[in-house]
């Protein structure tokens, strides 16, 4: 570092790097909490002076350069990066590098892929700087009033964050306790905000399907859709994705007088979270098929060619209205509910497979902990999450803790009624039937993979196990089929 760096005692206990929404927002937070003086800097510096403009009253030290920024801080200098992830990131780092010191703290922030941050934090470190890859949830207002914060990093780097992120942290509603925790080393933080993410696609998916079911399904408007889920906001679904989908519902379009709902090309984007979600859950040989198929219906959305050439595909009568509307709304809200705990059980499965396969100690509990408030997530039944870790450490799988299991067992009869439908009216639901899948495949007492290992062993002698007897084994199929054990 720079002598004029290194020989000023700086003003600022954290700082932030990158002034776009979500880094001013975040820069804005910290600098309203009592303790925090927070240095800011940008690549273009017009928007450091605009932010100074905008808010005088956040007291920002602000920087032209990065050794200005250095010496803005005071030791060990932390800063918290909030660019674009990718090459941006890696610029950012470098330029850190370069004039910080042992001891001192590089967080991301941003949604890097947690892969990448392992890797960072390990050529990082090798200057002995610590490296905290962090996840952070809720959006620009999560940002600016309160995220949901999944730090990485070492616990050294712990001991300088963690009073920094409690004074920022969204906070539970039931106890006020800080969302936030330190998930584990290195990669950790980030891979369990990817994972929120991929229980964030099936959510939001699921949640598209039950509209989709009831409008074409009773004929209800948008705007009485809208009513509804206000309605399952009040009980076990209550969340927040639920709630801003009856504000979505309700919104009229200025120019058109129409549902904003049916003006709004029905294309979804996507960004990496989900797709990665799903990528590593393949790697770590976990089902996640509710969140693969949430991340497959947006590619599907987005194929808008494809779709308009199958229009001309046969399927079933357009016309139809259930007989009962109050009881098929009924029947879609149980199936919500059941396909919900689906995907958070596969989403945990998810976790702590990650875990045993990168070293992680992730506190399951603590996790659903952080996500009640400030996250995208967030919803009344993470309590009941906690608990079951808390009565069960060591759970196989989150559905089968009695409270989801008999959850499940009360809205299975609801669950198939709605996905039978949903076949038979020619209606996709794919989050839904994938969902009922996994959890009939998860009960079964016998599964065909019997048959697909005879299979795999006749065209690639690939072997398969015996339910009578240990060893492995494999068939000379073109010898009158006998049977020869192999070594184990």
């Known amino acids: ?128 700087i610590h490296f905290v890859g962090t996840g952070i949830s809720g959006g620009e207002e999560g940002a600016l009033h309160g995220p949901s914060i999944m730090p990485g990093g070492s616990d050294e780097s712990w001991q300088t964050l963690g009073p920094i992120f409690r004074s920022i942290a969204a906070t539970a509603p039931e106890d006020g306790e800080p969302c936030v925790t330190h998930v584990g080393h290195d990669g950790a933080g980030h891979f369990v905000k990817m994972i929120h993410n991929g229980i964030e696609y099936s959510d939001m998916q699921l949640i598209g399907e039950a509209y989709d079911l009831i409008r074409r399904g009773t004929g209800r408007s948008p705007a009485e859709i809208a009513d509804i889920f206000a309605e399952w906001n009040t009980g076990e679904l209550e969340s927040y994705l639920i709630e801003i989908t009856a504000e979505v519902l309700r919104q009229v379009d200025a120019e058109t007088g129409q549902p904003l709902v049916d003006v709004i090309l029905d294309q979804a984007g996507a960004k990496g979270t989900g797709a990665w979600t799903v990528q590593s859950a393949l790697d770590l040989g976990i089902p996640v098929s509710g969140i693969a198929e949430a991340v497959f219906a947006r590619s599907l959305s987005s194929k808008p060619a494809q779709r308009a050439a199958a229009r001309q595909l046969a399927g079933p009568d357009e016309e139809w209205t259930v007989d009962d509307a109050d009881a098929f709304i009924a029947d879609v809200q149980a199936a919500l509910y059941a396909s919900k705990i689906i995907a958070y059980s596969q ?142």
């Open 1 to 128: 570092m720079s002598e004029n760096a290194s020989s000023t005692q700086g003003q600022a206990n954290i700082g932030v790097v990158g002034l776009a929404v979500m880094g001013s927002n975040l820069a804005r937070n910290l600098a309203s909490r009592a303790g925090n003086t927070v240095a800011i800097y940008n690549r273009t510096y017009a928007k450091t002076q605009e932010l100074l403009t905008e808010h005088p009253e956040a007291g920002f030290v602000a920087s032209e350069d990065y050794v200005g920024f250095a010496a803005s801080l005071r030791t060990p200098r932390t800063a918290i990066i909030m660019v674009q992830a990718g090459a941006g990131t890696d610029a950012v780092i470098d330029e850190l590098t370069r004039v910080f010191e042992p001891g001192d703290i590089i967080v991301d922030g941003g949604n890097a892929r947690f892969t990448d941050t392992i890797a960072r934090e390990g050529r990082v470190s090798e200057k002995g």
């Open 347 to 488: 989403g945990f499965d998810e976790i702590v497979a990650g875990a045993a396969q990168y070293g992680w100690d992730i506190d399951k509990g603590e996790i659903a902990k952080i996500w009640r408030a400030g996250c995208i997530i967030r919803a009344r039944f993470l309590n009941r999450i906690t608990d079951a870790y808390a009565e069960d450490p060591a759970l196989v799988a989150l559905v089968t803790a009695p409270f989801f299991a008999q959850a499940v067992a009360d809205s299975q009869e609801a669950w198939r009624r709605v996905v039978s439908t949903a076949a038979a009216r020619g209606i996709p639901a794919p989050v839904f039937s994938s969902s009922l899948a996994y959890y009939d495949g998860l009960r079964a007492e016998r599964l065909p993979a019997a048959l697909i290992q005879g299979q795999r062993d006749f065209f690639g002698a690939h072997t398969y196990r015996r339910t009578d007897k240990p060893g492995v084994f494999h068939t000379l199929w073109s010898s009158d089929r006998t049977e020869v054990q192999t070594a184990d």
